[in-house]
Structures are given as C-alpha cells and as structure tokens.
C-alpha cells in the first residue's frame, strides 16, 4: 500500500533563506508526483507535476526533484518571501490513484 | 477562463438532513473527483468519475452519494447516513497528463 510522509509538520524560517520541503512515497512505481500550495480555507494550487520519466521540474523560484529509486521528492523554494507561508502537500499517482501527504504548515518570518 | 467552481462555499447542516455540494468545471476534463480534507490529515478520495454516466467509490464512500449525468458537473450529496459529515471538501479534475486542479471547497459544518 502507497503511503506518503512530509516531514517536518510545520517549519518556520526567516524571510530570504532557501529552504527545502520533503516528501517520502512507499512504493517507486509512480506515475508522477505532484507539489501543490494550500493557503487557509483554499482549495489547493498545482505548483508543479513531475512525470516518472523526469528528475526535476522548474517553476520561478521553486525547483521540484523526484528521486524514484529511493522514493524521495524535494520542493526547493530561493529566496523565500512572506507570500510563501501556507501549506505544501506532495501526491503521487499510481494506477489512477492519488495519495496524498498530510502537508508541511510553512511560515515564512518577515 | 476555464475551471473548476464549487458551491456554496460554506454550508450548515442539521441532523438527519442530506445536502448536496456542487462541482462545475468548464475544462472539457473526462475525469472529476471528490476529496474530504479534516484538519491534520491528508487527502481522502470520497467519489470518482473517469467519464459521463459512471463513477467510482473511492477509500471513504459511506454516507455519500455522486452523479454524473453531464460532463461538466459532478455533484456530491451528504446523506444523513454520514455519521461525522463536519469537513472541508474538495473537488478536482486532472488534465491529461494527470496535473489536478482543485476548486476552492466547500466547508460543510454540521449544527
């Protein structure tokens, strides 16, 4: 059975720093693995989709890595800002399956 | 612009009612999910559709009901049968390379 782990629960760093969100899956045969944002009382905003064919993906200042062999996901977030702070939560899809992780809470020190 | 809406956006439910949450989207997606979200927990699949006329139940499908008669909407019915409906919930598509979108939600609290 697919099961998905983000650790830390809730991170908090100062306004500027680099930072590194992680995201651990179970089982490597994926599909893709999906980085999304949720901000209080929102739905949740793809960040980024990475195929099992891909190592990362890049958007601004995120860069998302996928490692399947070790069953690994990084979301690396330069320069972080306020707007940063919310929730991140990794999926990954098998089957027509998604899994979820329960999220890391972000906040982001001005 | 294309997307996915959900309404209401809050909702308040007496015991023993059933309430139906709606989901539009306007992508020209086959496939449309149901998710519930509780604090602390990750997502968990209620209802899914991978096409017009069918859906699926998904890890958490008691006390819920779905149809799917057009494309474009799939609505979820909480019955009275649900036995801890208090939630936030959540519909989404995936495009055909499997990126989901999400609507804003529905918070379905009961009184």
């Known amino acids: 059975k697919q099961e998905v782990t983000q650790i830390p629960a809730a991170l908090s760093v100062p306004e500027g720093e680099n930072l590194v969100l992680n995201c651990s899956f179970t089982?490597?045969?994926?599909?893709?693995l999906q980085w999304f944002r949720q901000d209080p009382g929102k739905g949740l905003t793809s960040l980024l989709l990475?195929?099992?064919?891909?190592r990362e993906q890049t958007s601004g200042r995120l860069n998302a890595s996928l490692d399947k062999s070790s069953g690994r996901s990084t979301l690396y977030i330069a320069a972080s800002q306020p707007g940063d702070s919310a929730t991140y939560l990794c999926?990954?899809?098998?089957?027509?399956?998604?899994?979820f992780g329960k999220g890391t809470r972000l906040h982001i020190l001005p | 612009d294309g997307g996915i809406t959900q309404s209401p956006k809050y909702l308040f439910r007496k015991e023993g009612q059933n309430v139906t949450l709606s989901c539009e989207q306007n992508?020209?997606?086959?496939?449309m999910y149901w998710y519930r979200q509780d604090p602390g927990q990750g997502l968990r699949l209620i209802y899914y559709?991978?096409?017009?006329?069918?859906?699926q139940k998904g890890d958490i499908a008691e006390g819920y009901s779905v149809s799917r008669e057009k494309k474009e909407s799939f609505p979820l019915t909480v019955t009275s049968a649900q036995k801890n409906p208090t939630a936030f919930y959540l519909c989404?598509?995936?495009?055909?390379?499997?990126?989901?979108?999400f609507g804003e939600g529905s918070r379905l609290t009961v009184l």
């Open positions: 999926a990954v899809d098998r089957d027509d399956k998604i899994i």
């Open positions: 089982d490597s045969a994926i599909y893709n």
């Open positions: 990475i195929q099992s064919s891909q």
């Open positions: 992508l020209n997606h086959d496939a």
């Open positions: 559709s991978q096409i017009v006329n069918d859906f």
């Open positions: 989404a598509t995936p495009t055909g390379s499997g990126e989901l979108f």
